[in-house]
């Protein structure tokens, strides 16, 4: 009986959702199935790859499957226009998963309940736009999920629930995400019914305790080689698939698509520079700073992806070079 009521009430709050990547698809896709979303306000469409092709958002291509209104605003603050469209809208909720533009006062202020966030990090811990990757670099044994209810500051509001999750020594950005993602969905959708019946209070941050994560560039991930072998093996996970974790050998871009940093601890002694090429039982690794790092899978400008014998067997060359 309990779980129909919630689930009324979840049916019965009118949504406006806003967000833009992948990982706020798989929320979306949640909330339709058990709530009702209005409408679905997204970046504009944006020009990808080579040929610059404008591309909508998995946000707006999943919207329009479901036929919900799309709301594509350039900007939000100052937008009078945008703004009395949402206010014509009148929803109870709106929910935000890393939509990528902070909202004005006047938008937090228009629904009955707020606005609520998935955030993909244990508040205040990595408060900002990379928390995924964050978590991988700083070699996190854990991080999680948070709902909670926007300020206008960034990821400063209250918090309505948390869920932690293990991270595991292969995680990569992309594996991290998908997993985020479904367990940021379940939460919300166990997490609004309460919120919306008046059964969850909300707690202030420890706001002495925030840390905050910037936005990830291509020029991130240029490797330093001067860094420990470890550091930069967590730098290959937190950056795959993008940008990657790259760096320069004959003057063209080499990206690290695996590495292992567990093998040669000491490795680096029998090179004479940080950034050496050695080959080990049929591989490759790299002298770092500190030990070494076996390159596992790698991939050469304009070629495709090679594990480490194959592009040996291609490039005998790169062994004995500097990588920089």
Not at 201 to 218: G, V
Not at 261 to 276: K, Q
């Amino acid at each position: 009986m309990k779980n129909l009521i919630m689930s009324t009430i979840l049916k019965q709050a009118k949504i406006v959702f806003m967000g833009t990547p992948d990982f706020g698809a798989s929320v979306l896709n949640s909330l339709i199935k058990k709530s009702n979303v209005i409408a679905v306000v997204t970046q504009p469409d944006k020009k990808v790859g080579r040929d610059q092709i404008l591309t909508a958002s998995p946000i707006k291509k999943l919207a329009l499957q479901q036929n919900i209104e799309v709301l594509q605003p350039e900007r939000i603050k100052g937008n009078a226009e945008f703004v009395k469209r949402l206010k014509d809208l009148q929803a109870d909720l709106i929910v935000v998963v890393a939509y990528g533009l902070i909202l004005p006062k006047e938008v937090i202020e228009l629904p009955k309940f707020g606005v609520v966030n998935v955030h993909a990090s244990l508040l205040p811990k990595y408060r900002g736009a990379s928390p995924i990757q964050a978590a991988i670099l700083n070699g996190d044994k854990k991080t999680g999920v948070t709902i909670m209810l926007i300020d206008e500051q960034l990821d400063h509001g209250p918090i309505l629930s948390q869920k932690d999750l293990k991270i595991s020594k292969t995680e990569t950005f992309e594996t991290l995400h998908d997993k985020l993602a479904v367990l940021g969905a379940n939460l919300l959708i166990k997490t609004l019914p309460d919120y919306l019946d008046g059964r969850v209070k909300s707690q202030e941050q420890d706001h002495s305790l925030a840390t905050f994560c910037k936005r990830i560039t291509k020029i991130e991930g240029k490797i330093d080689w001067s860094k420990s072998g470890q550091e930069i093996e967590r730098m290959v996970r937190a950056f795959y698939p993008w940008p990657g974790a790259w760096t320069t050998w004959n003057n063209k871009n080499l990206k690290i698509l695996a590495a292992s940093a567990d093998t040669f601890d000491r490795l680096s002694m029998t090179a004479s520079a940080v950034g050496e090429v050695l080959e080990v039982k049929g591989g490759i690794a790299v002298a770092c700073g500190k030990d070494a790092l076996e390159i596992l899978e790698l991939q050469l400008e304009g070629k495709k992806p090679m594990v480490a014998k194959e592009f040996l067997n291609g490039y005998p060359e790169i062994v004995g070079s500097i990588l920089k």
